[in-house]
C-alpha cells in the first residue's frame, strides 16, 4: 500500500438505484465529465457490491 488508496462506501436504497448508478458511469454526460476532470489523479476504479444481511438496519429500520 502506498498510501494513496481510498475506500468509498454507500449505502444504497435499494437494486434499482444500484443499477441506474452503474448504468451512468457509462452513460451520463455529467459522470462522463467528472471521471475525465479526474483522469490523472485516479489511475484505477475497482467497484464491489456489498449485500446488506436480512438483519442489516437499511432492511429492520431499527438501530441495534
Do not use: F
Not at 457509462?26 to 476504479?45: F, H, K, L, P, Y
Amino acid at each position: 500500500i502506498n498510501d494513496s488508496e481510498v475506500i468509498n462506501v454507500w449505502a444504497i436504497k435499494d437494486w434499482e438505484t444500484w443499477a441506474n448508478i452503474e448504468e451512468a458511469y457509462e452513460e451520463d454526460d455529467g459522470v462522463a465529465r467528472w471521471r475525465s476532470t479526474t483522469q490523472n489523479v485516479a489511475i484505477d476504479w475497482r467497484n464491489k457490491l456489498l449485500a446488506p444481511s436480512p438483519l442489516n438496519p437499511m432492511n429492520t429500520g431499527k438501530i441495534l
